[in-house]
C-alpha cells in the first residue's frame, strides 16, 4: 500500500533545493498528481531561483545566522507545520544526517525522504558504522578498532597500527576532522587540531586512527532500499580527484576498474544496508588500492555527485527517494548503464589565494548547453553566493558514449562557461587544468594527487599570459574611456572639444606575476587597437559584448574573454583560463560617478583600514560613501568640501603597507609581445618611422599593392575619425604621401579620394558660420545646432531639423554607427566626432598631404574627374575657410582646378584644335584671311597648333 504525498517541505537551500523543485515539478507534470514542493529560506535568499520556482516559500528567521536556522530543531519543524508539509527531503548537509531530526519528523507525523533515525546512529557514526562493517565481512583498513580517547591512546594505536596513518573525526564529513600524520612528533598536533575541528563542527571530538592506504581511489557505491527489504546497488562513482578531502570532479562508472572487484563492492554495500534495515537512498564509500578494497563510511543520505549516476542510468534519484517515502517497491527496478559521465563542481573560490572562498554578487552566468551537457545550480545572473553558505556554484556534467567524449565536452563547457563574480573569483580555470592534465586523461588518479600536484597560484607565463595582458590593457583603457564619456555627457550645458582627451593614445600600467608592465594602448578605430610593450607592437581587435564579456581578435586566432574589473585589478578569462592583473594605482580612491564632495574624513599620514569609509560624495542628490580598497597611509588627499568630481577622479592616495601585493603570484619570467609587423612597414622596409618611400605600390602582384593601400588608407582614416594617433607617426605619414610623384603607379593611391569625402562630412559639423535659413533669414551656424543635437541626443535629437540631422547621420556612418537612436555605440562616435577638433592641426596637415598626392595623380593622368562626391567634398573644404586654414582651403581650390576644371579647358582646346586644324592645312597651300569664327578658336588651341598661327599670318 502506498501513501501519497501531497506537500514536501524541502530543508535546504541553493542547488540543492532546487534540484528537488525541479524533480517534483517534472513528477507532478508525468502523475498529473497535486504534489507541492515547499521550500524553506532565509533573507540572504530571499529572491534566490530556488525560492522563485518553488511551489510555496515559507522564512525562517536567523537571528544566530543563516547556517544556524537550518540546524535549529524547534525553528525548522515549526515552519514545516505552518506550511502544512506531510514529508521532508534534507537533501545533503544540515540536517540530512542528523538522527534527532530524523525522528522528530517522524514523531510530528511527516515523513522523512532518508533512512530512520536508528539507521542513521549505526551509519553516521564512523566507529560503529567500521564494527558494523566488520561483522558484515566487509573489508576495512587496519584502525584503531575504537575510539581514542587522549594523546596518550592515540600514540600506543598509532604504533601498532604504523605510519603514515589518519586521524578522523567519528562524526560528521565534508573533509572536516580529518589529518593526515607522517611520524610521531606530529601526532599529538594533529590529534588536538582534529579534536578541535570535529567539536567546532559537530559537537562531538570523539577521534578514531586509521592507517593511510597509499595511492588508494575513493569509489562509493549508490544504494537504494526500499520498505519492503529490497536493497539494489544503482553503480558506482569514482570521487579520487579531490584536494584537501574536498571532491572536485567525479565521474561514473569509474575507470578502470575490473568488473569482478565493481561486482563486490555492490555486494558489500547491499549487505550493509540489509543489516542496518536501510530505507532510502545511500552512499557506501570505499578506498580501492589496486585489487584490494577497504570500507570508509556510508553516508545515509543522496550525494552531491548523484547527477553523474543519473547520468548514465537515466534514473531520477530524487524522485526514487520520493517514490520510497510513498511507499512503493524497488522490485524490478534496473539500473543499466550507458556510456561515461564526469561532473566538475565549479566554486566561487580562488585557485590563486589558497582556494579560499571568494564569495559575492553574481554578475554573469550563463553556462554553455549543449549534447551530452547537463548543468545543475541554484544561482542566476543577480544572486549572491553567501558567505555564509557553501561557496558551490555549479555542478557541470558532461556524458558520452566513451571517457574522453565526456571529459572533451566537460572541458568546452567549463571553457564556455560565462561567470562573473563581482569582486570574487571561480575554480574554473583550475578545473580545465586538471581536465587536460596527462594524469587524469589516463584515469585511475589516487586520492592524493591533487595535493601532490599542487598549485602554488603562480600565473602562467606563456603565450596565453601575453594574449591576457593585451586583453587587460585594452580593457583598462576602455574602462578610462568610459569615464571620458560619462563626464562629457553628463554636462550637456557645455557641449565642446576641449572637455574631450585628446586622441594621443594611453599609457597603462599593469602588474602581473610579481612584474611591472608599462603599455601604451591606441584606438585604430571601431574595437580595433595596437598595443606596444617594450619597443614591440601588436595590432588587435577587442569587441565588447554584453557586460564582462569581449572578444579578443589576433590575426591569427581568437579569444574569448570574460572580466571583472574592480578598484585594486582585473581579473581576466581568456578561454576559461582566468588571469589576474593588479592596476599601478592600487592605492588611488576614484570616484565611479560625477559628483560633489561632501566631505573628506582622513587626512594625510593617517593609516586605515581596508573597507574603511574616507569621505562622503553626492549625487543624483543621494550620499554616498568611499572607501579605502586596501590598508596603508594616506599620502595625499586630492579633493575638497564642495569639489565636483568627474567619474573616475582621483580622491584620495594611499600608500599600500609592506608586503601588499595586487598580483597574486610570485616572480616569473617577463611577458613580450609576439611578433608582429608594423601595418605600414611595407613603405620603408621594415617599420613605420624610418625614410618615407611609397615604392611598395610598385609591387607587381595585385593583392600586395591592395594590402599596401588598404594600411595606408587605415591609418589615414584613424586619424580623420579622431582616433588615436602618435603626433610624430602623422607627421611621417604626411610626409610619405608628400613623396608621391608622376611616375608612381596612380590606380591604387586614387582610393585615398574617399578619405576626402570623409573628412568633407565629418569637419562641415563643426562650421561656426551663420547659414542661409528659409525667407532670407540667417539661420544658427552647424558648430551651434551640433550641440543643440548632442543635448536632444537621448531623444533622437528631436527638435534638430531633418536636414541636419541627415547630415549627422552622414558623419556617424563612417564610424559604423546607422541610426540616431541613442545608446553606447552613438556616444562612443560622438565622443571621438568632437575628438577630431581637439588639437586639429597635425589632423588637417594630413589631409593637406592627401589633396597635393590627389592632384599629383590627377596630372599624371588618374581618372579622378568623374567622382562628383570628392567634387562635392572639395567645394565643401574650400567653402570652410573660417573653419579651416587658408593654406587647406587654397590645397583645395587647387586639388578641384586639376583634378576638374583643368580636364575640362584640355577638352575644350582639343575640340578648337580639331575646327582650326582644317583651315591651318589649307592656308598652307595658299594664304587667305582667317574669318572671325577661326580667331576665336584660335585663343584656345592647343599650343602646337598655336605656333603654326604665326607661319600662318
Known amino acids: 500500500m502506498t501513501h501519497p504525498i501531497r506537500r514536501l517541505g524541502i530543508v535546504n537551500r541553493g542547488e540543492a533545493a532546487m534540484r528537488c523543485v525541479r524533480a517534483v515539478r517534472a513528477l507532478r507534470a508525468r502523475e498529473g498528481s497535486g504534489l507541492r514542493a515547499v521550500v524553506l529560506y532565509t533573507d540572504v535568499d530571499r529572491d534566490a531561483p530556488f525560492v522563485r520556482h518553488a511551489?510555496?516559500?515559507?522564512?525562517l528567521p536567523a537571528p544566530a545566522g543563516e547556517v544556524r536556522a537550518y540546524l535549529d530543531h524547534e525553528l525548522v519543524i515549526t515552519a514545516l507545520r505552518r506550511a502544512g508539509v506531510d514529508a521532508v527531503w534534507p537533501g545533503w548537509g544540515f540536517v540530512a544526517e542528523d538522527p534527532v531530526f530524523a525522528d522528530r519528523v517522524v514523531a510530528e507525523g511527516m515523513r522523512f525522504l532518508g533512512p530512520s533515525g536508528t539507521a542513521m546512529r549505526a551509519l553516521g557514526d564512523k566507529i560503529a558504522a567500521k564494527q558494523l562493517a566488520e561483522r558484515t565481512g566487509v573489508p576495512v583498513a587496519p584502525w584503531s578498532g575504537a575510539a581514542v580517547d587522549d594523546e596518550a591512546a592515540a600514540a600506543r594505536s598509532a604504533e601498532r597500527l604504523g605510519y603514515p596513518l589518519v586521524v578522523k573525526a567519528a562524526a560528521g564529513g565534508g573533509g572536516r576532522g580529518i589529518r593526515m600524520v607522517e611520524s610521531a612528533a606530529a601526532l599529538p598536533a594533529a590529534f588536538r587540531s582534529a579534536a578541535a575541528e570535529a567539536r567546532a563542527a559537530f559537537g562531538d571530538g570523539r577521534l578514531f586512527l586509521e592507517r593511510n592506504?597509499?595511492?588508494?581511489?575513493?569509489?562509493?557505491?549508490?544504494?537504494?532500499?526500499?520498505?519492503?527489504?529490497?536493497?539494489?546497488?544503482?553503480?558506482?562513482?569514482?570521487?579520487?580527484?579531490?584536494?584537501?578531502?574536498?571532491?572536485?570532479?567525479?565521474?561514473?562508472?569509474?575507470?578502470?576498474?575490473?568488473?569482478?572487484?565493481?561486482?563486490?563492492l555492490a555486494a558489500a554495500a547491499m549487505r550493509l544496508g540489509r543489516e542496518v534495515g536501510y530505507v532510502g537512498l545511500g552512499t557506501v564509500e570505499f578506498l580501492v588500492a589496486g585489487a584490494d578494497a577497504y570500507f570508509l563510511e556510508m553516508n545515509p543520505r543522496l550525494q552531491v555527485e548523484h547527477g553523474i549516476t543519473e547520468a548514465i542510468t537515466g534514473l531520477d534519484l530524487v524522485q526514487l527517494q520520493i517514490r520510497i517515502a510513498r511507499g512503493e517497491r524497488l522490485a524490478g527496478l534496473e539500473a543499466c548503464e550507458r556510456g561515461v559521465a564526469i561532473e566538475a563542481r565549479v566554486c566561487a573560490e580562488d585557485p590563486d589565494a589558497a582556494f579560499v572562498p571568494s564569495p559575492g554578487r553574481i554578475a554573469r552566468f550563463d553556462p554553455a548547453l549543449g549534447p551530452g551537457i547537463r548543468v545543475d545550480t541554484g544561482i542566476a545572473a543577480g544572486s549572491v553566493v553567501p558567505a555564509a553558505f557553501d561557496s558551490l556554484v555549479a555542478k557541470v556534467i558532461a556524458t558520452g558514449a566513451t571517457r574522453e567524449d565526456a571529459r572533451s565536452r566537460l572541458v568546452c563547457a567549463l571553457g564556455d562557461l560565462d561567470l562573473v563574480i563581482e569582486g570574487g573569483a571561480s575554480n574554473t580555470g583550475f578545473l580545465i587544468d586538471v581536465l587536460g592534465s596527462p594524469e587524469f586523461r589516463r584515469g585511475g588518479v589516487d586520492t592524493g594527487w591533487i595535493d601532490r600536484r599542487g598549485r602554488d597560484g603562480t600565473a602562467q607565463v606563456d603565450g596565453d599570459a601575453s594574449d591576457a595582458l593585451v586583453g587587460a590593457a585594452i580593457l583598462a583603457y576602455q574602462r578610462r574611456r568610459r569615464d571620458a564619456r560619462v563626464n562629457f555627457f553628463a554636462d550637456t550645458t557645455n557641449v565642446s572639444p576641449v572637455r574631450v582627451p585628446p586622441s594621443i593614445g594611453q599609457e597603462v600600467d599593469l602588474s602581473f606575476g610579481g612584474a611591472g608592465y608599462r603599455l601604451q594602448v591606441f584606438a585604430l578605430g571601431s574595437w580595433r587597437y595596437r598595443v606596444y610593450l617594450d619597443g614591440r607592437a601588436v595590432t588587435v581587435t577587442l569587441r565588447e559584448g554584453d557586460r564582462h564579456l569581449a572578444r579578443l581578435e589576433f590575426a591569427d586566432r581568437t579569444r574569448r574573454v570574460v572580466y571583472d574589473a574592480t578598484e585594486v585589478g582585473l581579473r581576466l578569462e581568456l578561454d576559461g583560463r582566468p588571469y589576474r592583473f593588479g592596476w599601478e594605482t592600487t592605492g588611488h580612491v576614484r570616484t565611479a560617478t560625477p559628483a560633489m564632495v561632501v566631505g573628506v574624513q582622513v587626512t594625510p599620514g593617517e593609516r586605515v583600514a581596508a573597507g574603511q569609509v574616507l569621505g562622503f560624495l553626492e549625487a543624483m542628490k543621494v550620499e554616498i560613501s568611499f572607501s579605502a580598497p586596501i590598508a596603508g597611509v594616506v599620502t595625499e588627499i586630492r579633493a575638497t568640501k564642495g569639489q565636483l568630481v568627474a567619474a573616475g577622479d582621483v580622491l584620495v592616495v594611499i600608500e599600500p603597507d609592506a608586503g601588499h601585493a595586487t598580483d597574486g603570484g610570485a616572480a616569473g619570467s617577463r611577458l613580450t609581445l609576439g611578433p608582429d609587423a608594423d601595418p605600414l612597414g611595407a613603405f620603408v622596409g621594415g617599420a613605420a618611422g624610418g625614410a618615407a618611400d611609397l615604392s611598395a605600390l610598385d609591387a607587381p602582384e595585385a593583392s600586395q599593392r591592395r594590402v599596401a593601400i588598404t594600411a595606408l588608407r587605415d591609418e589615414i582614416r584613424t586619424v580623420l575619425l579622431g582616433y588615436d594617433a602618435d603626433p610624430g607617426r602623422t607627421r611621417w605619414l604626411a610626409a610619405l604621401l608628400e613623396s608621391a610623384d608622376q611616375e608612381m603607379p596612380s590606380g591604387d593611391l586614387a582610393a585615398l579620394k574617399h578619405e576626402i569625402v570623409v573628412f568633407a562630412d565629418l569637419e562641415q559639423l563643426f562650421f561656426?558660420?551663420?547659414?542661409?535659413?528659409?525667407?532670407g533669414h540667417v539661420g544658427p551656424s552647424n558648430a551651434a545646432r551640433l550641440r543643440g543635437y548632442v543635448r536632444r541626443m537621448r531623444a533622437g535629437g528631436a527638435g534638430t531639423d531633418e536636414e541636419f540631422r541627415a547630415l549627422v547621420r552622414t558623419a556617424l556612418a563612417h564610424y559604423g554607427v546607422a541610426s540616431l537612436d541613442h545608446g553606447d555605440a552613438l556616444e562612443r562616435?560622438?565622443?571621438?566626432?568632437?575628438?577630431?577638433?581637439?588639437?586639429?592641426?597635425?589632423?588637417?596637415?594630413?589631409?593637406?598631404?592627401?589633396?597635393?598626392?590627389?592632384?599629383?595623380?590627377?596630372?599624371?593622368?588618374?581618372?579622378?574627374?568623374?567622382?562628383?562626391?570628392l567634387a562635392d567634398a572639395l567645394g565643401r573644404i574650400a567653402a570652410m575657410r573660417r573653419l579651416v586654414s587658408d593654406a587647406l582651403a587654397d590645397a583645395a581650390i587647387e586639388a578641384h582646378a586639376v583634378i576638374f576644371e583643368r580636364p575640362a579647358l584640355e577638352q575644350q582646346a582639343e575640340r578648337a584644335g580639331e575646327r582650326v586644324a582644317p583651315r591651318l592645312a589649307r592656308a598652307a597651300a595658299g594664304a587667305s584671311p582667317p574669318p572671325p569664327a577661326v580667331l576665336l578658336d584660335l585663343a584656345a588651341t592647343p599650343r602646337h597648333l598655336f605656333d603654326r598661327v604665326g607661319r600662318w599670318l
Open 55 to 59: 511551489d510555496a516559500a515559507v522564512r
Open 213 to 264: 592506504v597509499s595511492g588508494a581511489r575513493h569509489v562509493e557505491v549508490q544504494v537504494a532500499a526500499d520498505a519492503h527489504g529490497h536493497v539494489l546497488a544503482l553503480g558506482a562513482r569514482d570521487c579520487s580527484v579531490q584536494r584537501r578531502h574536498q571532491k572536485l570532479i567525479e565521474e561514473a562508472p569509474p575507470p578502470g576498474l575490473e568488473p569482478a572487484l565493481l561486482a563486490r
Open 768 to 775: 561656426t558660420a551663420p547659414r542661409s535659413a528659409v525667407g
Open 829 to 869: 562616435a560622438l565622443l571621438r566626432l568632437f575628438a577630431t577638433q581637439n588639437a586639429p592641426e597635425l589632423r588637417r596637415q594630413l589631409v593637406r598631404a592627401v589633396l597635393r598626392c590627389l592632384a599629383m595623380l590627377a596630372r599624371a593622368g588618374a581618372p579622378l574627374a568623374a567622382d562628383a562626391s
